[in-house]
């Protein structure tokens, strides 16, 4: 079983600080994938990086995979009020079957502070 | 728009009481899955479709259940809820075609309560 270790888990931050959260494997994923997810709603899909190495920019949001591809950084620069909600970050197994089953990580739950 | 549409968004039920929740896509996607969500907590995948191929997780429990009629709907089922079953339910669908990169397309989520 892959498992993906997401930190921090709580992440409280005033406006316009920046701020990075990790996600951390032992295990190879094909692909990483970074989710927003606001109270009552559905995970949204950031980004995904499929190569080790890959860096994606996302205005104030850099994502990055690590050379192993076994682990994956998101930084926030300046943060803002409405960049608040749970960040899951969600690995594509490797080898596995031709579609996108997940191994998502615990979480990050950020609040920025006006 | 082409989007993952669940109905309800909100359920309350009763210890016991069987309840069924829906969802529909409009992007005729191949997979289509169903996952678990406690406050805060990443999701838990409890199975999902390839097509007509169910797919069962090792850890989800009997009282689980779902259906797939056709491409665009998929059902869950929760024959005796307990007050543990008490969670978000969400629903995703991928194409299926893109391999590791095939992104999953989340639903707003049905909020259970038992009551």
């Known amino acids: 079983t892959q498992l993906l270790e997401q930190s921090p888990q709580f992440l409280s931050i005033q406006e316009g600080e920046n701020l990075t959260v990790y996600c951390n494997s032992s295990?190879?994923?094909?692909?990483l994938q970074w989710y927003r997810q606001e109270p009552g709603e559905g995970p949204v899909l950031l980004v995904t990086?499929?190569?080790?190495?890959e860096v994606k920019k996302l205005k104030r949001l850099t994502f990055q995979f690590g050379d192993a591809r076994k682990d994956s950084s998101l930084h926030i620069t300046a943060a803002q009020t409405g960049d608040t909600g749970l960040y899951l970050c969600a690995g594509g197994e490797a080898g596995g079957t031709s579609y996108g089953k997940l191994t998502f990580g615990q979480g990050t739950i950020l609040t920025v502070h006006p | 728009d082409a989007m993952v549409i669940q109905n309800p968004r909100y359920q309350v039920t009763q210890f016991g009481k069987p309840v069924t929740l829906s969802c529909s896509q409009t992007?005729?996607?191949?997979?289509m899955y169903w996952y678990q969500q406690k406050s805060s907590q990443a999701p838990k995948l409890l199975f999902h479709y390839y097509d007509k191929d169910f797919n069962n997780e090792a850890d989800t429990p009997d009282n689980f259940q779902s259906r797939r009629p056709n491409t665009s709907f998929c059902f869950l089922d929760i024959r005796s809820p307990g007050l543990g079953d008490a969670a978000m339910y969400l629903c995703?669908?991928?194409?299926?075609?893109?391999?590791?990169?095939?992104?999953?397309?989340f639903g707003p989520g049905t909020r259970l309560t038992v009551l």
């Open positions: 992007l005729n996607h191949n997979v």
């Open positions: 995703a669908t991928s194409s299926g075609t893109s391999g590791f990169t095939d992104t999953q397309y």
């Open positions: 295990s190879v994923f094909s692909s």
């Open positions: 990086v499929v190569t080790g190495g």
